[in-house]
């Protein structure tokens, strides 16, 4: 029932900063726990940063200080402020969606960091 598409991605130069954004479709989104998921070549997939339904937010601690996880309900949007940027945060990012034992996930968005 939940689509989400993922927009913002960019190539970046270190230092710099970009605001990821997920499209989520359906009634429920202000119901559902959000996240942001990463995966960087040659790595597993982590998790970025959580938002509950309520607006608790959690954040890897390897991004913690530099990102800030959002949600507009009205607009059934979640985001990513990404500041200052580093090489290793270059993955693909992919929004997810979660209410119960339902798990949704975008196809992602690719944030490379380079000069």
């Known amino acids: 029932q939940v689509q989400l598409v993922e927009s913002g991605g960019a190539l970046v130069q270190p230092g710099g900063s970009l605001r990821l954004s997920c499209a989520a479709s359906g009634p429920l989104f202000w119901l559902y726990n959000m996240g942001w998921y990463r995966q960087a070549p040659g790595k597993q997939r982590e998790l970025v940063a959580t938002?509950?339904?309520?607006?608790?937010?959690n954040y890897a601690n390897s991004v913690k200080g530099r990102f800030t996880i959002s949600r507009d309900n009205g607009k059934n949007t979640l985001y990513l402020q990404m500041n200052s940027l580093k090489p290793e945060d270059t993955a693909i990012y992919f929004c997810t969606a979660a209410l119960g034992s339902s798990d949704y996930w975008g196809k992602g968005t690719l944030v490379t960091v380079s000069s």
């Open positions: 938002i509950s339904n309520g607006g608790n937010t």
